[in-house]
């Protein structure tokens, strides 16, 4: 993602988005794309302390209709320039697989909307016919800051589901995607990506990219990692497999900077006790967390392995979710496995 110097890529932005560069329709307007230099900055003020989203005002209104239908949201960084907004839900299918659903919102230091990304879920496509969920939560949102703006969106996108045939707007490789403008913002939307939307009259420079207070380094926790069992390639990978327990870390970075990571860890209660420690995997603690949160963080993360029960929140200043799979269950006994999501990753960066 970083060339020598630690700066980003032209290509990452490029390649995240790639999909809003061509519309193939004359007349159709092209979605605005974040430059590649929104993150190519001295730190601005960078505050990487999570926070409930800020009540009144725009970051309010928009993720309102989102937490009454079951989303997490959070403030997950600011700087002089913005503020940057995640949520997250998780949908379930019938055998108790989770498929994520995440939006992101970048807010300038007015608290206007300048940026959202509305990507699918997780493992989801959209098909002639599938319910939209994306629409589902964009619609809601940009209808409680701008007048028809959702309306506007629910109809291109449902359109776009039930005309997979015969597209509107087409990328030159044939990729169907759709792409609009109103008074408020130009947006764009494809079942790869989901849904983009860039305001007109609202921009951030620097992006916030601050991740400091809640995670340390890979360089530093790639030894531990390796005591742990897992088999890890860093640099430049930034996954890592653990074969004896089918377990996995995973990383997002900027530079050498843990932004987000990710885990999965069994639980095995017998007579009410843990029998499978954290420190199988972990020998030496959490170390690629920061010794501010550490102690907290696995504290909420034992927390749901002993009720094997999922969670979504804040701790220590901290995002923290835990999607929970529990299996046999008797009594104080039972069985279950955790994939674990520390922090949010910085807006428009992959994985979501």
Known sequence: ?????????????????????????????????????????????????????????????????????????????????????????????????????????????????????????????????????????????????????????????????HDLGEPAVRRSDDLPRAAWRDEHADYGFSGLDGLLVTARDASVRRWPFGAEHYATTMSSAVDDLLAGGYDCFYPPQESCTRVRSNGYFRVTLRQDQIVSAQFGIGSRIESGRQRHALAEEFPHGLTFLSEAVRRPVTERIEQSRRSGTSFAGIVAGTIVVIDASRGAVDGDDLVAYLDIQIGAPLAAALPV
Not at 7 to 22: C, D, E, N, P
Not at 57 to 63: F, V
Not at 73 to 102: K, Y
């Open 1 to 161: 993602m970083f060339d020598a110097k630690g700066t980003i890529v032209t290509t990452v932005l490029a390649t995240i988005l790639g999909s809003w560069a061509l519309t193939g329709c004359t007349g159709q307007p092209e979605p605005a794309r974040p430059s590649p230099t929104v993150y190519a900055h001295p730190a601005a003020d960078e505050n990487s302390v999570a926070v409930p989203v800020p009540a009144g005002g725009t970051a309010a209104a928009l993720t309102r209709p989102l937490t009454q239908a079951g989303w997490f949201c959070a403030q997950a960084r600011s700087n002089a320039d913005g503020r940057a907004l995640w949520c997250r839900i998780a949908h379930r299918d019938e055998s108790d697989t989770v498929h994520p659903q995440v939006a992101q919102f970048l807010l300038d230091r007015d608290g206007r909307l300048a940026w959202a990304w509305f990507p699918p879920p997780e493992d989801g496509t959209y098909q002639q016919g599938e319910p939209p969920r994306v629409v589902d939560a964009a619609a809601p949102a940009l209808a409680a800051i701008w007048p028809g703006a959702g309306d506007r969106a629910r109809q291109e996108i449902d359109d776009f589901a």
